[in-house]
């Protein structure tokens, strides 16, 4: 199982931190990705995390403004957004597995950016 | 953004056999295998095919995928009402520093 933290309302050039906490498995065992959808928009890879080790790779897209971060004492992967525009407006998910077989989803974070 | 085409819309009558494609490159689908994502509105993404033609446990045997070259086709038989949904293909893209590539979705409707 895969929860989320609750919705998000920031004000543009601030940071949003998304926390996924998850259970029911081994935690370091398994890449946990991030996936974004804007309003009426398709989806957007993020990128994903290693919670084994922690490393990252981010689309090109993201780099250098996307933090991912895990904390394996609590099983929870977090994912730090900064210097938001009214662009990064979207639900948030977090995502483990999702080329199968079996994919797992949060049940998404919506991020308003408004001033 | 998408590296992965798809056509915006598709539509058929209950019972009908609906197809849709995702066409990408040597990089995306010509290099990885392909997955398919079913999105009801409000939602989360659900895998309806992954590795081109694997369907998860508990996916009626009416969805089916198939690959070739640098496009891939899913296709809906025997299609129900409650296949009204947002379908997504998603592949991995090893020109784009190892990032995973989602399509542009194509809604389909049940007439």
Known sequence: QLVQSETEVKNPGASVKVSCKTSG???????????????????????RINPDNGGTNLAQ????????TRDTSISTAY??????????????YCVR??????????QGTLVTVSS | QSVLTQPPSASGTP???????????????????????QQRPGTAPKLVIYSNDQRPSGVPDRFSG???????????????????A??????????????????????????
């Not at chain 2, 009908?16 to 994502?37: A, D, E, K, P």
């Not at chain 2, 086709?73 to 129900?80: K, P, V, Y």
Request: proline fraction near 2%; charge should be negative; hydrophobic fraction near 30%.
């Open chain 1, 25 to 47: 498995y081994i935690f370091s065992a398994y890449y946990l990705h991030w996936v974004r959808q804007a309003p009426g928009q398709g989806l957007q890879w993020v990128g």
């Open chain 1, 97 to 106: 597995d999702p080329q199968g077989p079996r994919d797992y989803w949060g």
């Open chain 1, 61 to 68: 897209k993201f780099q250098g403004r996307v933090t991912m």
């Open chain 2, 86 to 111: 947002d379908y997504y293909c998603g592949a991995w893209d090893d020109s784009l520093n190892g990032s995973y590539v989602f399509g542009t979705g194509t809604k389909v409707t049940v007439l």
């Open chain 2, 15 to 37: 019972g009908q056999r609906v197809t849709m494609s995702c066409s990408g490159s040597s990089s995306s689908i010509g290099s990885n295998s392909v997955n398919w994502y």
């Open chain 2, 66 to 84: 198939s690959k070739s070259g640098t496009s891939a086709s899913l296709a809906i038989s025997g299609l129900q009402s409650e296949d009204e």
């Open chain 1, 79 to 92: 994912m730090e957004l900064s210097s938001l525009t009214s662009d990064d407006t979207a639900v948030y």
